[in-house]
């Protein structure tokens, strides 16, 4: 038995789509006839995603088609109605078109660092002093994060930051009172190649160790971003807990709850003799550095000096450097354009 023809141009009328499959002089009773479509220079997804539809669309053709015959082609027009079927599957094409966009910008949110001034860190310059970043020379893996109350970049040879950037004042240390979530995760944001994992970390002897420290987080958000794996380096767990937290972290904001102006500050990795010759850890091999800086800048005093610690559990509290001496053992000029006094 065959659908009436007024049911089959009634449903294929609601969508251009549908009714290319069936044509308005054809029986509706025989064989839809398909035409042979021009190949367009499409994206490879775009193209999947078109595909799904076509093939969703058959089907659905195919079962009104022939509802009068099959049980499930009669239920279901019963259930929804005839307009019901083509409006469903308009809107499943709808969400499926709206995953596939969201999925590409969020695989094309970060951009390769170049080490040019005009380009870099363009969302988030408040935490540079002078709003300008660190000169450091360009990689093909480094990439630039912004984060609410901090930036990093990242390295995806070594799977950790090369520098994390801060700004703090008397206004973000008070508001630095939220709760620990300790919630660990990958940044999506990068390759999966470039990042590390939480199985890294796993088994390995090694703290998760925080660049920018949770303690200085001043919003629940912002505590929540700072246990991104970018954030964190394999560190010595005596270290990370001990000396590192009570003289150098906790220092710091001390300092900067009384400073009268922002406190900028620039902590990062070092790794000797370099990255490739590191000790690794896990199956991603993220390497785990030599020593730990944190280099702290006051812009009303115009003073900076840098805290350098060997990254072991035998570590102890030692005297700052000097700008001028962080810059020369790392080779990066962390204030371009600022003459800060050591």
């Not at 937290?245 to 900067?256: D, N």
């Amino acid at each position: 038995m065959h659908v009436p023809r007024t049911i089959c141009k009634a449903a294929f009328t609601k969508s251009r789509f549908l009714h290319s499959l069936i044509s308005p002089n054809q029986s509706c009773g025989s064989r839809p006839k398909m035409t042979k479509r021009k190949t367009t220079k499409r994206s490879q997804s775009r193209t999947k995603f078109h595909l799904i539809y076509m093939l969703l669309a058959l089907a659905i053709g195919l079962s009104l088609h022939s509802c009068a015959d099959i049980p499930a082609g009669r239920e279901l027009a019963t259930k929804f109605g005839l307009d019901g079927v083509v409006k469903e599957l308009a809107t499943a094409a709808r969400d499926l078109a709206s995953t596939a966009k969201t999925a590409s910008k969020a695989a094309t949110s970060t951009k390769t660092y170049t080490g040019d001034d005009t380009d870099s860190f363009s969302a988030c310059r408040q935490f540079f002093a002078g709003g300008k970043p660190p000169v450091v020379a360009p990689r093909p893996t480094n990439r630039d994060l912004c984060y609410d109350a901090f930036a990093i970049l990242h390295s995806g040879e070594s799977k950790t930051a090369v520098f994390v950037a801060e700004k703090l004042n008397r206004a973000s240390i008070a508001d630095a009172d939220e709760k620990r979530t300790n919630k660990f995760f990958p940044d999506a944001r990068l390759r999966s190649a470039e990042r590390a994992t939480l199985d890294d970390y796993k088994g390995s002897g090694f703290d998760r160790g925080h660049l920018a420290p949770a303690g200085d987080m001043p919003t629940a958000q912002a505590m929540a971003q700072s246990f991104s794996l970018a954030n964190m380096v394999p560190q010595a767990p005596e270290h990370n807990r001990g000396v590192w937290a009570k003289s150098v972290e906790a220092a710091t904001r001390k300092y900067a709850a009384r400073a009268t102006g922002d406190v900028y500050v620039i902590t990062g990795p070092v790794y000797e003799p370099s990255i490739a010759q590191s000790q690794s850890i896990g199956p991603g091999k993220v390497r785990v550095p030599k020593y730990l800086f944190k280099l702290v800048y006051d812009q009303d005093t115009n003073r900076a000096w840098a805290h350098w610690h060997l990254n072991e559990d035998a570590t102890r509290g030692s005297k700052p450097i000097s700008y001028s001496e962080l810059v020369k053992r790392t080779g990066i000029e962390f204030l371009p354009g600022v003459n800060a006094n050591d």
